[in-house]
Every structure is written in structure tokens, then in C-alpha cells.
């Protein structure tokens, strides 16, 4: 699996947009990019995952750029709540997925009132 | 709630001694993953059990084991433990290929 890098941390005031850029420079063109988050020491909880085409839920957008080499992950109305570490990881979707890959640091998130 | 259920929350223990951590994934799921998190590394995969059948191996000691039973419930056995070992343990299930994981709460074990 591609290897990933993101900044170890980043500040966002409330109610303003977080964007959390990944590095994913080797990634292979049938490898996806996935964000998780985990708040605290709780398990990690899946955010959003995408391939190509920019994607969005009711959680967060992501952002693809067209060479695939990097994605910002955004978090269009931060709250207190979403003050977690966030994880970018890549990764095929069949068979074993993302879940072979380690983790990594991933980036802390703080929300600041 | 995640719907992957995984026990005991905590467990304190002696160096030496064996654990079984038990994993119960989503309903239907048929991947289960194992991961260790220590207070400084990240999440490190473990290993991968699919339908019963060990499927990838990750960073698994030889003193670690795991199997999944035909319930498709899953148990991490640790064994001679160490004061290193003391961390949270992680199962997480998926039954898609759409690469979303599913994460337990995760067992939190103390080597003393």
C-alpha cells in the first residue's frame, strides 16, 4: 500500500472550515484514499473514501486533486466534537482493503472554541 | 455504536500470563482485523481473518495468535506477555468491498 503523509497537527476555530491535507504521492491508479478519525481512544470511525471524482456525506467533502497525489479532507462546519486525530490512508477496496495498512500518525485536530 | 462488540474493556494482568481478547463483528461481516495501538505508534495491523481463514499478517508476534470461529466471532490470544504489550487492542470488521471498516471500542490491556 501506498505510504501517506500529513501534518502532525492542525488548529481550527468552531464553526469554520478544517482542511486536512494527505500526501500520497505513490499511490497506484486502482488504490483508493480513505480518512478515518479517532476521538480520543475510542475506535477509530470511518469519515469518507474516494478514488478519482471528489466525494461528499453528511460528514465531510473530499478533495482529490487530478494526479491523485495528494487530497484534502474537509470539514465544512467544524465543532468541539470534531476535535480527533484524523487518519488518510490508501488502499485497494477488494479483498483486504484499507484495513492492512498501518495507520500512521495522522494529523490532531483541535477545534478551539 | 459501530456494531462490532469487543471484550473485556480492560484487563490487568502479570508479565507472563496469557490473555484472550474476544471480537464479535457486525452481523454478516466475514472480515475481522486485529490492531494494537501503544501509547507512541499508531495503529499497527495485526492480522486479518476472512470466513474462518487467515487472511494477511501484519506486525503479529510469535507469542500472538487469533483465530475466527464458525460464528465468525474472533479471539486475539497473547501469550507470555510483556510490559510492552500493554496497549489497546483494536478488532474491526467489514463485509463490503467498499473499504469501510467498522471499529470496536477496543480492549485496553495492562502489563504489569
Known amino acids: 500500500d501506498a505510504k501517506t503523509t500529513q501534518p502532525p497537527s492542525m488548529d481550527c476555530a468552531e464553526g469554520r472550515a478544517a482542511n486536512l491535507p494527505c500526501n500520497h504521492s505513490?499511490?497506484?491508479?486502482?488504490?483508493?484514499v480513505y480518512w478515518y478519525r479517532q476521538i480520543h481512544s475510542q475506535g477509530p470511525q470511518y469519515i469518507i473514501h474516494?478514488?478519482?471524482n471528489n466525494e461528499t456525506n453528511e460528514m465531510a467533502s473530499l478533495i482529490i486533486t487530478e494526479d491523485r497525489k495528494s487530497s484534502t479532507l474537509i470539514l465544512p462546519h467544524a465543532t468541539l466534537r470534531d476535535t480527533a486525530v484524523y487518519y488518510c490512508?490508501?488502499?485497494?477496496?477488494?479483498?483486504?482493503?484499507?484495513?492492512?495498512?498501518?495507520f500512521g500518525d495522522g494529523t490532531t485536530l483541535t477545534v478551539k472554541p | 455504536d459501530s456494531g462490532v462488540t469487543q471484550t473485556p474493556k480492560h484487563l490487568i494482568t502479570a508479565t507472563g500470563q496469557r490473555v484472550t481478547l474476544r471480537c464479535s463483528p457486525r452481523?454478516?461481516?466475514?472480515?475481522v482485523y486485529w490492531y494494537q495501538q501503544s501509547l507512541d505508534q499508531g495503529l499497527q495491523f495485526l492480522i486479518q481473518?476472512?470466513?474462518?481463514?487467515?487472511?494477511a499478517k501484519g506486525n503479529i508476534l510469535e507469542r500472538f495468535s487469533a483465530q475466527q470461529f464458525p460464528d465468525l466471532h474472533s479471539e486475539l490470544n497473547l501469550s507470555s506477555l510483556e510490559l510492552g504489550d500493554s496497549a489497546l487492542y483494536f478488532c474491526?470488521?467489514?463485509?463490503?468491498?467498499?473499504?469501510?471498516?467498522?471499529f470496536g471500542e477496543g480492549s485496553r490491556l495492562t502489563v504489569l
Open positions: 474491526a470488521s467489514t463485509g463490503s468491498n467498499t473499504g469501510e471498516l467498522f
Open positions: 474516494g478514488l478519482k
Open positions: 481473518y476472512y470466513n474462518g481463514e487467515e487472511r
Open positions: 490512508i490508501v488502499g485497494l477496496t477488494i479483498g483486504a482493503p484499507a484495513g492492512k495498512s498501518t
Open positions: 505513490t499511490i497506484s491508479g486502482n488504490e483508493y
Open positions: 452481523s454478516g461481516d466475514l472480515s
